[in-house]
């Protein structure tokens, strides 16, 4: 475990921790650092400090699997041969790695290596186990390495087998390789010679033998032995791109996620067959399991932005595709006007899929469209952020430099720039369309988390600050890339959906004909089974008659009556079998011609008993029949009896014959009319009632209208129950009542009337000033402070006095104003002043004729702005109303809310005042139950009183809801 200042210094270790079998972590903290770990070994402890409670678990799960992989590595103090001191020997502590053996100062510098050996197919190795000695000798540069262990036999003959296991490995690649290249030939789709361009560049194109396989190209030359041998090697998967280049005549180029081939060959005809060929083997490769920007790709699946653009007009669409594999990309296209973005792939086309269709497919629908046209698209992924840039290399300048750059990724293009600032010009731009991208090790490039791009001969390495930074970026530019280049993994993701769904369409066609197959077979059995018994039976049918012609032979006689008893036996069992399948049966029919059958038979006797038993049978069968058909006939004489006698008293004995006719299966016909009947009668009866409640509520209140609507609602059904009569006397008393108060307030108001006129005559002055009064009071400022017109100063009359006969007058205009025709304003013969004096004793000054007209107009203009209030419509609003719903409404069974008629009720008596009008109340609630189901839901509540409020005088009314419901109000 080795530590650094920062991911950029990577050159220099701050320190390193040898990991042990011994080892242990464990979680810690420490003051200021919740999310520390401590690493303990034999030697030395470590404590580092997360930043965060995963960061920790993921540290410290990886430390333990390294401690894991600690017990089976192998590594130690060994003596080194060779060097200038201690008699050429040294001891030094050594690790066996994959490839390479390093050796180091000791055990606690294990990140500087002092030394390495790589090894190679051609190393070798020279053991000695009588010495515990080995020699490592690389036979392509001659260099040795000599070790010498203890004389502990376990270490030594575990680091001998460690090294063989790895030359062995080398030496099964070797075998593997050629093989390889047998099979290379055996299976190749193409091979040739082409001409290849050198990896460094330049105009000298050397030529190769190329061998394309269904998942690589092999790169061949003869050696120095006249044998083919393989100098490069070009894996094919998914994410592989293949274009032709202008990097010279028939120029091509191979992308692969580790590298780029460039090659040429001499004919246009041959560059097409070849990319023909290397396309086929792209789109059937299978991807890399192993590969991790892949399966972090897979993730981005998910992130997709899937779009579509419809197209109604017959005009140009003004998009311009462009073939990538056998995708349509969007070359060109304006956003604003298509809604179509550039680098954008086409799914579909009218609902139809094409992600596995051939572009010529593809492009053979979209010739001679006609609108409208439906296009869906999948958008190229879009990423923008911060990276460190390695620039390219001057030539003899081996340095590297480092530069942060601004990367976006959008439209199937990165660009980078200095900055994010808009105006910040362009550093670079890579097109993905034949691109790859590639992790990089930092021993390739001295950092940690770098990634690269390929492009053509344009390469780029990047690094993010973070593992998870760079794998975000590589996985995105990994699918961003893909749907560049066609499709890549995305293709063999959508052909194995597609052969998914294909095999359970044909394991369900299977299955089908797996029954169906099963079924013939066992038909074919059965058929077998009958025929083997038929012809079983058949053989002893030939037997006995064999048997029969042989025992003739011996006396006639015997024959005769062997062949009665026969006939007889057969007969009988004949009969037994017909009688016994007769009374499995159970049909009365079928057993009386059984019977009759048997008793034909003249060798079956009449006490077989088979036949006695099926007498005995029928009898009882035909006696089950006839209660059956007795019941079935008891109950249709009873419903028809109950159906002909059935009233709203008796329909329970209806029901009850309905029940017993549906128990014994009576006619249907006869079932349908009694059950129809029965809901008639149920819905009369449940009628009258309601009408008796209704006449019994009007009754109870003794209110005239209640009595007349409940009476001529009783009249519209015939119902002519006491009640009606009751309702009739007590409405002609409430008549006559009524009556007998108006005649009494008629005269009432005809004497006051009479004396009010007495009054006016005698307080009446001459004609002539009577009509000057009267004009100077119309022409009077009928303000109530104006002081100005004929007011007497030696009259003791004050404001007050006049305050108080405005409130009389006001209170009792109604009746004189009914009554006198010859008065202007209504006058009361009573004055509440402290003098006691009446009208009579003096004539009205012009202030007191004034304020009383005053107080007359502005009681008609409040009338009026009532009035106009109420026409305009209501003032209460929804919120209002459904807090008054909510107020009242119950919520049955998890049901939506709501309120039945006797809740109705009570609010439409809270806002009207009206008490005990239920008939007036329930059509008032049938106007609101708009869809007949017995209740009233949120929306059929506002509506109704909606309906009310735009009826003439019906906003003053829910304008009541209002005041019932306001800020402070509470309705109980």
Request: a negative charge; proline letters at 2%; aromatic letters at 6%.
């Given at each position: ?10 050159d220099?270790?701050k ?27 034999p ?6 400090a ?12 990886a ?49 500087a ?15 000695n ?27 030594y003959?575990?680091w ?16 593997a ?5 047998e ?15 050198p ?7 050397d ?13 061949m ?8 041998e ?11 791109s ?5 990097l ?7 992308v ?25 083997s ?36 003004g ?24 680098g ?19 492009i ?17 992924p ?18 590297k430099?480092?530069k ?7 439209e ?11 105006d ?35 390469s ?36 194995k ?131 059956v058909?007795?019941a079935?006939?008891?109950?249709e ?6 159906s ?15 029940h017993?006719?549906e ?9 349908n ?60 008393r ?8 108006v ?43 104006s002081d ?17 006969h ?30 006691g004096?009446?009208l ?16 007359r ?14 026409a ?19 919520r ?34 049938q ?10 839901y ?35």
């Amino acid at each position: 475990m080795t530590y650094y200042v920062d991911h950029n210094s990577i050159d220099k270790a701050k320190g390193d921790l040898l990991l042990t079998a011994e080892a242990s972590v464990e979680e810690s903290t420490m003051p200021g650092k919740p999310f520390c770990i401590t690493v303990t070994t034999p030697f030395h402890t470590l404590i580092v400090a997360a930043k965060d409670v995963d960061e920790r678990a993921a540290w410290k799960a990886a430390i333990e699997e390294s401690i894991m992989q600690a017990k089976n590595s192998i590594r130690g103090y060994i003596t080194k041969k060779g060097g200038l001191v201690d008699r050429g020997k040294s001891r030094k502590f050594f690790i066996l790695h994959d490839a390479a053996i390093t050796w180091h100062q000791d055990h606690e510098h294990t990140s500087a290596i002092q030394g390495m050996m790589k090894l190679t197919p051609e190393t070798t190795i020279a053991a000695n186990d009588d010495k515990h000695s080995i020699t490592l000798t690389d036979t392509s540069t001659n260099a040795t390495l000599g070790l010498r262990f203890d004389s502990n036999n376990h270490e030594y003959n575990a680091w001998k087998q460690g090294i063989m296991s790895i030359l062995n490995k080398f030496a099964a690649v070797e075998k593997a390789t050629v093989e390889r290249i047998e099979n290379a030939y055996e299976n190749a789709t193409k091979r040739g010679k082409l001409r290849m361009r050198p990896p460094k560049g330049g105009d000298v194109w050397d030529e190769y033998y190329f061998v394309l396989t269904a998942n690589e190209i092999l790169v061949m030359e003869k050696n120095a032995e006249g044998q083919m041998e393989v100098i490069d090697l070009y894996e094919i998967h998914p994410n592989c791109s293949v274009f032709e280049t202008n990097l010279g005549h028939y120029a091509f180029e191979l992308v692969t996620s580790k590298k780029v081939l460039h090659v040429m060959s001499d004919s246009r005809e041959s560059t097409s067959a070849w990319i023909h060929a290397i396309r086929s083997s792209i789109a059937n490769s299978q991807p890399e399991s192993d590969d991790p920007l892949l399966q972090a790709a897979l993730s981005k699946l998910e992130e997709d932005v899937f779009y579509d653009v419809s197209f109604h007009e017959d005009k140009p669409l003004g998009v311009v595709l462009e073939r990538s594999g056998e995708w349509a990309l969007v070359k060109l296209s304006n956003f604003r006007e298509t809604g179509v973005s550039i680098g954008s792939a086409l799914t579909s086309i009218n609902g139809e899929s094409c992600i596995l269709k051939s572009y010529a497919q593809t492009i053979e629908k979209l010739k001679n469209w006609k609108p409208p046209l439906h296009l869906g698209f999948r958008r190229a992924p879009r990423k923008s952020g911060y990276l460190v840039k390695l620039s390219r290399q001057r030539r003899g300048n081996s340095q590297k430099n480092w530069k942060e750059r601004f990367f976006v990724l959008e439209e199937g293009r990165l660009v980078y720039k200095e900055n994010e600032s808009p105006d910040a010009p362009v550093k670079g731009d890579v097109p993905l369309m034949g691109s790859a991208v590639s992790l990089m090790s930092s021993a390739e490039t001295g950092k940690f988390f770098c990634f690269r791009v390929v492009s053509g001969v344009t390469s780029l390495v990047m690094q993010g600050v973070t593992m998870d930074e760079m794998m975000d970026w590589a996985s995105t530019l990994y699918h961003a890339i893909a749907i560049a280049n066609g499709g890549a993994h995305i293709l063999s993701i959508e052909r194995k959906r597609v052969e998914e769904q294909e095999a359970r369409e044909r394991a369900r066609e299977e299955a089908i004909a797996a029954r169906a197959r099963e079924e013939a077979e066992a038909k074919r059995q059965k058929e077998e089974a009958e025929a083997k018994a038929r012809a079983e039976e058949e053989a002893r049918r030939k037997a006995a008659e064999e048997e029969a012609r042989r025992r003739a032979a011996l006396a006639e006689e015997e024959r005769l009556k062997l062949e009665a008893a026969d006939r007889k036996q057969k007969a009988v069992d004949e009969a037994c079998g017909l009688l016994t399948a007769a009374m499995s049966q159970d049909d009365s029919a079928a057993l009386a011609a059984a019977i009759k059958r048997a008793e034909g038979m003249e060798e079956v006797e009449s006490d077989l008993p088979v036949l006695v038993q099926a007498k005995e049978h029928l009898a009882a069968v035909q006696a089950r029949e006839e209660a059956v058909r007795q019941a079935r006939a008891d109950a249709e004489n009873t419903l028809i009896v109950a159906s002909e006698s059935a009233t709203m008293d008796n329909c329970d004995t209806l029901a009850s014959a309905l029940h017993a006719g549906e128990e014994a299966s009576v006619d249907q016909n006869l079932i349908n009319n009694a059950r129809a009947q029965l809901m008639a009668l149920r819905k009369e009866k449940a009628m009258i009632e309601e009408i008796k409640g209704i006449l019994n509520s009007a009754i109870a209140y003794e209110m005239a209208p209640s009595l007349e609507e409940a009476i001529e609602t009783a009249q519209s059904i015939k119902y002519c129950g006491p009640e009606v009569e009751e309702a009739r006397r007590l409405l002609e008393r409430l008549k006559v009542e009524e009556a007998r108060r108006v005649e009494e307030e008629n005269a009432r108001l005809a004497a006051e009337a009479a004396a009010l006129d007495a009054e006016m005559a005698a307080t009446a002055a001459s004609t002539e000033e009577e009509e000057k009064l009267v004009q100077e009071i119309e022409g009077v400022n009928l303000a109530p402070d104006s002081d100005e017109e004929g007011a007497d100063a030696g009259e003791d009359f004050d404001d007050d006095d006049i305050g108080a006969h405005e409130v009389e007058t006001v209170g009792g205009s109604s009746r004189a104003e009914s009554t006198t025709s010859t008065a202007g304003a209504s006058m009361s013969t009573d004055v509440s002043g402290s003098t006691g004096r009446t009208l009579g004793s003096r004539r009205p000054s012009l202030k007191d004729m004034g304020r009383k007209l005053g107080t007359r107009a502005e009681r008609l203009e409040k009338e009026a702005e009532r009035s106009r209030v109420t026409a305009e419509g209501s003032i209460t609003t929804d919120e209002q109303l459904e807090r008054c719903f909510h107020s009242y409404a119950r919520r049955v069974d998890d049901n939506e809310p709501s309120l039945n008629p006797m809740q109705f009720s009570t609010i439409f008596r809270l806002i009207t005042g009206e008490k005990g009008n239920l008939f007036k109340e329930m059509q008032m609630f049938q106007k609101f139950d708009k869809d007949n189901n017995g209740c009233l839901y949120h929306n059929d509540f506002v509506k109704g009183w909606r309906e009310v409020a735009n009826s003439p005088g019906g906003g003053t009314i829910v304008d009541k809801i209002g005041r019932l419901i306001g800020e402070d109000n509470v309705m109980l």
